[in-house]
């Protein structure tokens, strides 16, 4: 399908390179952190994946949003990114879900695109270089978007996309407790799958409003931004209380992150991050290999991890007895169902949990 020409729209990176495309979804600009994912599908999911806030999304498939817009898939009902970036926008999506077009999606949220440039490019300037910033813009590039983007920051991540009240969410035998930082739809439904109950907490929630409820066990969620943050220490704090009181628990990417620094673990910044839908990932006890689905951009330091990533060999889990925690997205949402089974496992050591 030929891109029609739209408006003029320019790519700032923060080392200087300039990209010049064509606008898509709202006009305007736009400053945020570069990362790029390799999902084939899943533009819905990602769209709407708060881990991506304060992020410029950068899709390396070339052609996305030929299946539509379908709300059912969405994973918020809001867009966690700052800007998206796609190279060739389909304009005429065909899919019998489909509700309406990505561009028109994109400018009834106010979201910034820009298409028609080599992303497969921009990808590579990442890998080789590591995530940097970029400034969007519709008018030529001036000093000052150079300066925009070298000094941009993604800072009170987690507070910006967490909910701010408890929710309560299916029916079950088991209640478990969801520590939101951002948390993807799909990690609920999945819990609710399983036959739980399952009450959403705020980020900010204490530990003690947290036990009030008398969880059978507690989930950490996904979301943005660095773990070590310092608005994040009180949320450390309050997870090393929630290990304490012995209750299990599984957090998944941020969670996963935020639990280890409970433990005393630290983390740091990839080069470039881990997202997309085809990241293999070995499980150390078992020596399987899982595909797995994520989206991160930082890792925990460990040299006891229960998995480990086969292309890097970074931390991907954790296991701490009746608690454990992992960097990836078993429920997908989109992407393998490879490693669903982590969920029976939390069910399992929470049922051993109550019979002790």
């Known amino acids: 399908m030929q891109q029609s020409k739209a408006a003029p729209a320019y790519l700032v990176l923060e080392n200087g390179k300039i990209f010049e495309g064509q606008s898509f ?12 994912t390799t999902g084939m599908t899943g533009y819905l999911e990602t769209l709407t994946d708060p881990s991506y806030y304060g992020q ?4 390396t498939f070339p052609l996305i949003g030929n299946y539509g817009v379908i709300p059912a898939d969405f994973e918020k009902d809001f867009i966690g990114a700052k800007a998206y970036i796609a190279k060739r926008p ?8 489909s509700e309406g077009k990505l561009d028109t999606f994109l400018k009834s949220r106010g979201i910034i695109g820009l298409c028609g440039i080599d992303t497969r490019a921009l990808a590579k300037i990442i890998r080789e270089n590591g995530v940097m910033n970029g400034k969007i813009t519709t008018s030529p590039p001036t000093e000052t978007d150079l300066e925009d983007a070298k000094k941009y ?3 009170d991540a987690v507070s910006s996309v967490s909910s701010d009240s408890v929710v309560k969410m299916g029916s079950g035998s088991r ?33 003690q409003e947290i036990l009030a409820c008398n969880p059978a066990g507690i989930m950490l969620s996904n979301g ?8 994040n220490a009180q949320i450390v704090e309050e997870i090393a209380k929630l290990f304490a009181s012995g209750t299990p628990m599984f957090g998944i990417c941020l969670g996963h992150q935020l639990m280890a620094l409970a433990k005393g673990y630290k983390t740091r910044k990839l080069k470039f991050g881990h997202r997309g839908a085809n990241q293999p990932v070995k499980e150390v006890v078992t020596g399987s290999v899982y595909i797995t689905s994520q989206n991160h951009g930082y890792e925990v330091v460990s040299e006891n991890s229960s998995f480990i990533n086969v292309n890097d060999g970074t931390c991907e889990g954790l296991d701490y007895g009746s608690s454990f925690s992992v960097q990836f ?19 399992e050591r929470m049922e051993a949990h109550a019979t002790q």
């Open 25 to 36: 979804g709202a006009e305007g600009e736009v400053t945020g952190e570069l990362v790029f």
């Open 153 to 155: 920051l993604v800072i």
């Open 175 to 207: 209640r478990v407790a969801l520590m939101d930082f951002g948390a993807k739809q799909g990690i609920a439904n999945a819990l609710i799958a399983h036959g739980n109950e399952v009450w959403s907490f705020p980020h900010n929630a204490t530990a």
């Open 56 to 59: 410029i999304i950068i899709q």
């Open 90 to 97: 389909c304009k005429e999506p065909s899919n019998f879900r």
């Open 224 to 231: 943005p931004g660095d773990p070590a943050e310092p608005a």
């Open 329 to 347: 997205h078993p429920e997908a949402c989109g992407g393998p169902l490879d490693s669903a089974f982590l969920f029976d496992r939390f069910m």
